[in-house]
């Protein structure tokens, strides 16, 4: 079996350090306007080293300014006087930043917390309890303009701050004060928990909610998503208070996915078996990169190694929390990231302090007891995009299309695929991308993902053709058994053919426009014909009929002496009647006894005998009987010769034209109908075998109706 290759996290292009002679920590990197960025943290040293800002208390917020290159530019810092010269107290009684905002008038909001009195230093907001939240409001050159607290009677420690969409700000952070004392209102879930303060633009309190389980949460980080937020930091707590996700070390990263207005939507916890503890989170086009402290080995749901005492540990998630990579960054000694920025490139930078030499994957010197430790990771490495033989197809509406992808992919890499080119909404793809074809063309995003980053996207586009008509066809007769022939006299578009079928389900003969079909004497089939296309669209199917009449010469259609309509014979099944026209085609609504035709011509009548054999009588000519006043043959000019005529009669016309003859006998039945010839004067003409006697004859033409009489011997 193969194994598969874990994904690998960015390379290192450069690291820095910063500060004094004494301890500093960095706990926040805001990228700035101007390309370069400003770090905030914490420093108990004097001007020394690189710093040059002075010493106010024991740990001062300190914020550097630095180019895209790491280069300083200024370093200020802003806090109380508070045990200035008391050694032992300088990391509890403290002033300590924790995060950065950019403002909107070109400043920053700097976040954290204080346990000075006000009017010491360069802090003039009154402390609350223990520790609070402090906000410092600095301008672009690092100017103080305003500063204000927050918190109950416990201590109350933020790490996170964002601005949000009505001109304020959200602070983050862990509160261990009971409800309704100093300014604090939201219920003590455990022993600490995530709080959340809403301020306005100038520091006034709005609101404040808290999150936790029965045992301790500390918030560290905090970034607006669509609709919400996203709280990161650590916990303590099992499954219990309003947290769902289970324990999975002593420590685990937390992740509380909230709306706008604070409710919880979910939650996830990341770590091994050790203690696991978050202080950074970024978004990402995908989702969010995680990152923080880890003293565990590989388990749980950690998989990169352990580098020293303590490592940066960097995680990242998808927009629903689930894990995508980790990977660890430090020497022997312990690494404590504290902050995540994305750069420009695609890559992050990685900020925190570290103890350890040039050991593990550090290469930067080590300048004192710990120093700022910048990890400058690259973007991630983009795979190569998929690829396809052609990137549009047409396919019959509703009809699916599919693309393959040529590319081979490697153990680690997945064919995605999403309806939009968004962060959002990828799906894992195995085979073909396929999809159905609607009335506008559908578009599809594909791309390749390698558990880090995805490859370029190639927009895939699916055409629908539209599906042919219903052939229009004629139905088709003949009399006697033989070859019936259907033709079809539509034009077909390319790509097209017709097909034939005998019973509606096996289609054949593929571009036959013409086919044959042979019957026998009274049979009678329905035949399907459909059009097709080369996109595997088939269109609607129309049905033809094809009849074989057998001839039953003993049949005669009738036409009554002095009437228009035409009348069946006795002893046809009635039932089954159906009159036909010159060229055996079913006339509509002609199906009784008797048939009115609307215009001179041949007609038959057709039925199913006993058997269910299709019957058709010899044929008739019909000529209309007019109401005109008929003329003598004389007058006409018309001569008939011989009469008595002993069975061959010779018809001399006036002019040529267009005449029908017919015989009545004295009872008042046609016995005899013909055409008489339109190209010449005379006609000859063989009778039928009549008996002898004498007949009414009848001629009519454009110019009236002629009658005489003649003799048949």
């Known amino acids: 079996m193969l194994a598969r290759a874990a994904p690998r996290g960015p390379r290192i292009l450069w690291d820095r350090t910063y500060g004094g002679s004494n301890h500093e920590d960095l706990t926040e990197i805001l990228p700035t306007a101007d390309g370069g960025y400003l770090l905030g943290g914490r420093s108990a040293s004097g001007m020394n080293g690189n710093k040059t800002a002075p010493r106010r208390g024991d740990y001062d917020y300190w914020v550097v300014k630095i180019d895209a290159q790491g280069a300083v530019e200024w370093d200020r810092t802003y806090g109380g006087s508070y045990n200035l010269d008391n050694p032992v107290l300088y990391f509890s009684q403290a002033d300590l930043l924790t995060s950065l905002v950019s403002t909107a008038d070109g400043g920053y909001l700097l976040g954290g917390k204080s346990m000075s009195p006000a009017n010491t230093g360069n802090k003039t907001a009154p402390n609350r309890g223990s520790f609070d939240y402090w906000v410092v409001k600095i301008d672009a050159q690092g100017a103080v303009q305003w500063d204000s607290t927050y918190g109950g009677s416990s201590d109350d420690e933020p790490t996170a701050l964002v601005a949000t969409a009505n001109g304020g700000y959200l602070l983050g952070g862990t509160s261990g004060s009971e409800a309704n004392t100093g300014n604090k209102t939201a219920p003590k879930r455990g022993s600490d928990d995530y709080w959340l303060v809403q301020i306005n633009g100038d520091g006034v309190l709005q609101w404040d909610r808290t999150y936790g389980g029965t045992n301790h949460e500390e918030l560290t980080s905090l970034v607006a998503t669509t609709g919400g937020y996203l709280l990161g930091g650590k916990s303590g707590s099992?499954?219990?208070?309003?947290?769902?996700?289970?324990?999975?070390?002593?420590?685990?990263?937390?992740?509380?996915?909230?709306?706008?207005?604070?409710?919880?939507?979910?939650?996830?916890?990341?770590?091994?078996?050790?203690?696991?503890?978050?202080?950074?989170?970024?978004?990402?086009?995908?989702?969010?990169?995680?990152?923080?402290?880890?003293?565990?080995?590989?388990?749980?749901?950690?998989?990169?190694?352990?580098?020293?005492?303590?490592?940066?540990?960097?995680?990242?998630?998808?927009?629903?929390?689930?894990?995508?990579?980790?990977?660890?960054?430090?020497?022997?000694?312990?690494?404590?990231?504290?902050?995540?920025?994305?750069?420009?490139?695609?890559?992050?930078?990685?900020?925190?302090?570290?103890?350890?030499?040039?050991?593990?994957?550090?290469?930067?010197?080590?300048?004192?007891?710990?120093?700022?430790?910048?990890?400058?990771?690259?973007?991630?490495?983009?795979?190569?995009?998929?690829?396809?033989?052609?990137?549009?197809?047409?396919?019959?509406?509703?009809?699916?299309?599919?693309?393959?992808?040529?590319?081979?992919?490697?153990?680690?890499?997945?064919?995605?695929?999403?309806?939009?080119?968004?962060?959002?909404?990828?799906?894992?793809?195995?085979?073909?991308?396929?999809?159905?074809?609607?009335?506008?063309?559908?578009?599809?995003?594909?791309?390749?993902?390698?558990?880090?980053?995805?490859?370029?996207?190639?927009?895939?586009?699916?055409?629908?053709?539209?599906?042919?008509?219903?052939?229009?066809?004629?139905?088709?007769?003949?009399?006697?058994?033989?070859?019936?022939?259907?033709?079809?006299?539509?034009?077909?578009?390319?790509?097209?053919?017709?097909?034939?079928?005998?019973?509606?389900?096996?289609?054949?003969?593929?571009?036959?426009?013409?086919?044959?079909?042979?019957?026998?004497?009274?049979?009678?089939?329905?035949?399907?014909?459909?059009?097709?296309?080369?996109?595997?669209?088939?269109?609607?199917?129309?049905?033809?009929?094809?009849?074989?009449?057998?001839?039953?010469?003993?049949?005669?259609?009738?036409?009554?002496?002095?009437?228009?309509?035409?009348?069946?014979?006795?002893?046809?099944?009635?039932?089954?009647i159906q009159w036909l026209d010159a060229n055996l085609q079913a006339i509509v609504n002609a199906t009784g006894v008797t048939f009115t035709p609307t215009a001179n011509g041949t007609y038959y009548v057709s039925y199913r005998d006993a058997n269910g054999d299709y019957q058709v009588s010899n044929a008739i000519n019909f000529v209309a009987v007019t109401t005109s006043r008929t003329a003598s043959l004389a007058a006409g000019g018309i001569q008939l010769y011989p009469n008595p005529s002993p069975g061959q009669l010779n018809v001399a016309l006036a002019t040529p034209g267009s005449y029908s003859l017919q015989l009545t006998d004295l009872q008042g039945r046609v016995v005899y109908t013909t055409a008489l010839s339109a190209s010449g004067t005379t006609t000859s003409l063989q009778l039928p075998s009549l008996p002898a006697g004498l007949y009414s004859v009848q001629i009519a033409g454009a110019s009236g109706t002629y009658s005489g009489k003649l003799s048949v011997q």
């Not at 088939?538 to 001839?551: I, L, N, Q, W």
Request: one cysteine or more; aromatic letters at 10%; hydrophobic letters at 35%.
């Open 238 to 576: 099992g499954m219990n208070g309003n947290k769902t996700a289970p324990n999975r070390g002593s420590w685990d990263y937390w992740v509380v996915k909230i709306n706008d207005i604070g409710v919880l939507q979910w939650d996830r916890t990341y770590g091994g078996a050790g203690y696991d503890e978050l202080y950074s989170l970024v978004a990402t086009d995908d989702g969010y990169l995680l990152g923080g402290v880890t003293f565990s080995s590989p388990s749980g749901n950690k998989t990169a190694p352990n580098r020293g005492g303590e490592d940066y540990w960097v995680v990242k998630i998808d927009a629903q929390g689930a894990v995508q990579w980790d990977s660890t960054y430090g020497g022997t000694d312990y690494d404590m990231l504290h902050s995540i920025v994305a750069t420009t490139d695609g890559g992050y930078l990685l900020g925190g302090r570290s103890q350890s030499f040039q050991t593990g994957n550090k290469t930067a010197p080590n300048r004192g007891a710990s120093d700022y430790w910048l990890v400058r990771l690259q973007g991630c490495e983009a795979p190569a995009a998929p690829t396809f033989a052609a990137t549009t197809a047409s396919a019959c509406l509703g009809s699916n299309v599919s693309f393959t992808n040529t590319r081979a992919l490697n153990p680690v890499e997945k064919l995605q695929v999403n309806t939009a080119n968004a962060a959002t909404g990828w799906v894992d793809v195995t085979g073909d991308v396929s999809f159905a074809t609607a009335s506008t063309d559908q578009v599809r995003y594909v791309r390749i993902w390698n558990g880090s980053c995805p490859s370029e996207v190639v927009i895939l586009t699916g055409t629908a053709v539209a599906q042919p008509a219903a052939p229009v066809l004629a139905d088709q007769a003949r009399q006697g058994a033989g070859s019936v022939q259907f033709t079809y006299d539509g034009t077909l578009e390319a790509g097209q053919q017709l097909e034939w079928s005998s019973d509606n389900t096996s289609f054949g003969n593929p571009g036959t426009t013409s086919p044959a079909y042979t019957l026998q004497a009274g049979e009678a089939a329905t035949f399907y014909a459909r059009i097709t296309s080369n996109h595997n669209c088939t269109g609607a199917v129309a049905s033809v009929k094809a009849t074989a009449y057998a001839v039953n010469s003993s049949v005669q259609v009738v036409q009554t002496a002095g009437s228009n309509s035409l009348s069946a014979p006795a002893g046809v099944n009635t039932a089954t």
